[in-house]
């Protein structure tokens, strides 16, 4: 009399040193598609503040800015316009930049999103 021992291969896994057709090892795990789509709501503002206050930095501490000026108004008054143009490239790159784009990115984001409730915005198409 002759036995057969067989295994069930969904059970145990393939034979050492085989590799199961389709299967691969990941090495992090997949993302979920939604959660990405979330995160670009808090990344994007984040990324253009850094970006835009890397830009303001080197306006705010440019020399050749500071010779223009200096070159164009005298002492007293090249040091009003250069306080003066920091400040209105803090503002912008800062604020109004970063709000703006995001306001164009995304369709549902809003100036009281952004902080300034009380403000409206019509967006072309719109009836109000």
């Given at each position: 009399?002759?036995?057969?021992?067989?295994?069930?291969?969904?059970?145990?896994?393939?034979?050492?040193?085989?590799?199961?057709?389709g299967?691969?090892?990941?090495i992090?795990p997949?993302?979920?598609?939604?959660?990405?789509?979330?995160?670009?709501y808090?990344?994007l503002?984040?990324?253009?503040?850094?970006?835009?206050?890397?830009?303001y930095?080197?306006?705010?501490?440019?020399?050749?800015?500071?010779?223009?000026?200096?070159?164009?108004?005298?002492?007293?008054?090249?040091?009003?316009?250069q306080?003066?143009?920091?400040?209105?490239?803090?503002?912008?790159?800062?604020?109004?930049?970063?709000?703006?784009?995001?306001?164009?990115?995304?369709?549902?984001?809003?100036?009281?999103d952004?902080?300034?409730?009380g403000l409206?915005?019509?967006?072309?198409g719109s009836?109000?």
């Amino acid at each position: 009399m002759r036995i057969t021992v067989t295994t069930n291969p969904a059970i145990t896994g393939p034979e050492p040193g085989e590799r199961e057709p389709g299967l691969q090892m990941k090495i992090l795990p997949g993302t979920d598609p939604s959660i990405v789509n979330d995160a670009i709501y808090a990344v994007l503002p984040v990324m253009l503040t850094i970006a835009c206050y890397s830009v303001y930095w080197f306006i705010a501490v440019s020399g050749k800015l500071r010779e223009s000026i200096s070159g164009i108004f005298n002492s007293g008054r090249a040091a009003i316009v250069q306080v003066t143009v920091k400040r209105a490239a803090g503002f912008l790159l800062m604020g109004v930049v970063p709000v703006a784009v995001c306001l164009l990115v995304f369709d549902d984001y809003s100036l009281a999103d952004a902080g300034l409730s009380g403000l409206t915005v019509i967006k072309p198409g719109s009836r109000s």
